[in-house]
């Protein structure tokens, strides 16, 4: 519990990092269609909430998680514990989310809720988006995403002692 507690983050590392994590998601996924095709999608907007929501709302966990496992270690290991929070936390948040609006779009089409076939539908639909996350959204977090990944884990691994 004591560990817990010195992992702790401020209000203030929460509250201003997670707006700003959010905002560099969204720069990333953004600068990452330009690169695609010049920004010519219909979903720009939907990208953008879906990469800052994705950031701003992974935020917490990924702090909580890195500081916690790069409590009482060199800077070395506090920079590879914030680099794996920071990645797995916000690829897992913006799946999550993508897989929430999917599952939002194909609900009209589902059994009755709480049904044992909606449940089925709810897991494969759920599933399904992620892999589809994974496969076709990974990307958009490149080649911005990974300079400021590494330049917050890093940041942040010599900012705690």
């Not at 600068?31 to 907007?45: A, F, I, Q």
Request: include cysteine; charge should be positive; charged fraction near 10%.
């Amino acid at each position: 519990m004591n560990r817990l507690r010195a992992a702790w983050p401020s209000f203030p590392e929460l509250f201003v990092g997670a707006p700003l994590w959010g905002v560099l998601m969204l720069i990333s996924a953004i600068s990452g269609l330009y690169l695609r095709n010049r920004l010519e999608t219909s979903h720009v907007l939907d990208l953008a909430i879906l990469y800052f929501g994705g950031g701003l709302l992974s935020w917490p966990f990924n702090l909580l998680v890195g500081r916690y496992l790069a409590l009482g270690h060199r800077v070395e290991a506090r920079f590879a514990a914030f680099f794996l929070a920071l990645t797995a936390g916000t690829v897992l948040m913006t799946a999550f989310l993508f897989a929430m609006d999917y599952r939002i779009f194909y609900s009209r089409w589902h059994a009755p809720f709480g049904s044992f076939i909606w449940m089925l539908q709810f897991i494969f639909t759920s599933v399904s988006a992620v892999y589809q996350f994974l496969v076709i959204g990974l990307g958009l977090f490149l080649p911005i995403g990974l300079v400021c990944l590494l330049a917050t884990s890093l940041a942040l691994a010599k900012r705690m002692r």
